[in-house]
């Protein structure tokens, strides 16, 4: 399985991703710079968290209009599996491979801590490694987390299975202060229609090695590889 890994200027979790993709894979991602305009053979693109361009603007406006994104985009439409997390699902949603948007967090902070997150599908290359109701742990680390839609676009990742992720305590249950962002339905994470493309804002990769205090991260890119090897 020969993974890539976008670095845009600002990234910080690309080499945390790559760690976690190399233990995973047996073998380093590509570091692609985000100037380049084409992509080697992969069977996985990932968009790591950071700030990139310093979320001025808008938190990966920059980044989604990089050069790199166009062959981005066109590798995820002929069915290559891309993972944005934190910032990576930022300019997803900026660059039209997910809907909705990433605002700012309710209690107008960057909020840095370990969360809950509830599974609600195993049915992508991504969640595969977990159960549905299972709960996991993940670090986030953003300012920019609050996932809004219109009714309209959250019912149709609702009834079309592509919520990925929620956000609960311990105990499974959501609502309330297991939410840290305000994210409209207590959405962690999702997928596109074609279910290859998966945005999250909790950081798997931090949580990948039990020397890092768990690895419920880890079972994801475990999954990973095995359906894509």
């Known amino acids: ?96 491979l997910l809907p909705g948007a990433l605002l700012r967090n309710s209690g107008l902070a960057f909020v840095c801590r370990d969360v809950w997150l509830r599974v609600e599908t195993a049915d992508s290359v991504h969640t595969r490694a977990y159960r549905p109701g299972e709960v996991v742990r993940f670090p986030i680390a953003h300012h920019d987390g609050n996932f809004r839609a219109d009714p309209d676009t959250v019912r149709a990742l609702e009834d079309g299975d592509r919520i990925a992720f929620r956000y609960c305590n311990p105990a499974g249950e959501v609502g309330g202060g297991a939410n840290p962002n305000g994210s409209v339905d207590d959405i962690a994470g999702i997928l596109n229609e074609r279910r290859n493309v998966l945005g999250l804002m909790p950081h798997p990769e931090r949580l990948a090695d039990p020397r890092l205090g768990g690895a419920d991260g880890a079972r994801m890119f475990a999954g990973l590889v095995q359906a894509l090897a």
């Open 1 to 96: 399985m020969q993974a890539v890994v976008i670095v845009f200027p600002g990234s910080n979790c690309d080499r945390d991703v790559a760690v976690a993709l190399e233990r995973a894979a047996g073998k380093p991602p590509l570091m692609i710079w985000h100037r380049e305009t084409d992509l080697p053979l992969a069977d996985l693109i990932v968009l790591p968290g950071g700030f990139s361009y310093g979320d001025y603007l808008r938190a990966g406006a920059m980044a989604a209009q990089s050069p790199v994104m166009r062959e981005v985009r066109a590798r995820a439409g002929a069915g290559v599996p891309v993972l944005g997390i934190c910032n990576g699902f930022q300019i997803l949603t900026e660059c039209g």
